[in-house]
């Protein structure tokens, strides 16, 4: 449901390579991570080794630096590339 007078946030999407991701068990636990993120849609590729994050423009950055924590958290070596 949209509000008069708001304009609906303006989102931002980009994918990032992913280096150090061992299984494909570890890279859905990831996505599905980021996914519980609030306005966050996120999907991981193990095949491409690429995470996919669509998130409002104004909390991109923070986004990202909590999709590395996660992952992090997840397999240690795990490091998303910019």
């Known amino acids: 449901m ?3 007078g708001r304009s609906p946030k303006k989102k931002m999407k980009r994918s990032f ?3 150090g991701l061992c ?3 570890c890279g859905a636990k990831i996505e599905n991570n980021i996914n519980k993120l609030e306005d966050v849609t996120a999907t991981l590729s193990f095949m491409t080794q690429r995470l996919t994050i669509e998130a409002p423009d104004d909390k991109f950055d923070a986004v990202v630096e909590e999709a590395q924590r996660i992952a992090s958290k997840i397999e240690e070596d795990c490091v998303i590339v910019r």
């Open 2 to 4: 949209e509000v008069k």
């Open 17 to 19: 390579k992913i280096e």
């Open 23 to 25: 299984c494909a068990n």
